[in-house]
């Protein structure tokens, strides 16, 4: 029996993990745009530090025995075993990752959206994008394409546009907008640092780390201050719903992205969550979008189609 071509395997192989990058991409859209309704019903039942340690413990667990489930049947019997924990300069990254995306980033946002709307919310995180480019260049030693930049421009001013189409009798206090925009930093700082951590780990066994210390972070904070009295049984199935899809898929989703794809080019992709976020804001919380929303969406769209576009190199 003849043996199969590897010239041939290889760019199969490269094209299959290209495709599930994207499907992961589509995977963190609907995770990441419905966590903002999830937090508008228990911002008054959870506080937000006990919402951030229940839905990264949550995660942790459910990834850690994916982790486990999957860990002798993935890897070859010769392959090298991954390190269990952070080595040497990982930890730096690690604890970087862990305290700034999966405490601090949650944290800043379960406050804002006492303040402020859903919609609103998602439209201001999305300015993390445009870091996580400007971080990529200078500490990643990416160059995007001409191409990448014209298709952030139009898709920045797609959130722009969406943002004026807010409804002008929401409550928007500028201390939600501040926290927001704190998040927004917080959010590009967690994508950058993760990617060091993802050259010779896998995108699962990172996430389960972080989701570790930011879930270790938030313990001191939830002894001091935690409230989960006032939590409903729909509350409490909303924190497994922000844990389990919004956090451990969610989060293992963008890792997987992150490793297969440019940090520039799998970040372009976020703008497409705050039209989803007003989507769903519009069948569970009844927000309906106007007009200028509906614009300000399809110049999403439209950005990250030319972000995303790679022209064919001649043979």
Known sequence: MSQPDSTQTLPRLAQRNTVLAYVAIAVVIISWSSAFVA???LRDEIDPFSIALGRNL???VVLFAIAVALAKRTRPVDAPAEPILPQGREWGFAL?????WFFLYHVALNYAVHYIDAGTAAILINIGPILIIALAVFFLGESPRPNLYVGVAIAFAGVMLIGTSSDADAQISWLGVVLCIAGACLYALGAITQ???LKRTSALRVTVWTAVIGSITAIPFVVAVGDFSQASAFGWWMLVYLGVVSTALGFFAWAY????LKAS???SFSYLIPPA???MGWLFLGELPTVLALLGSALCLLGVVIAR???KRRS
Do not use: D, F, T
């Open 277 to 279: 976020a007003i989507v």
């Open 96 to 100: 970087a990752c862990g305290i700034g």
């Open 58 to 60: 949550i995660a942790a």
């Open 39 to 41: 937090l508008r019903y």
């Open 265 to 267: 080019v799998v970040s």
């Open 309 to 311: 576009y790679e022209p």
């Open 257 to 260: 992205a992150m490793n297969q």
């Open 195 to 197: 990617k060091p951590l």
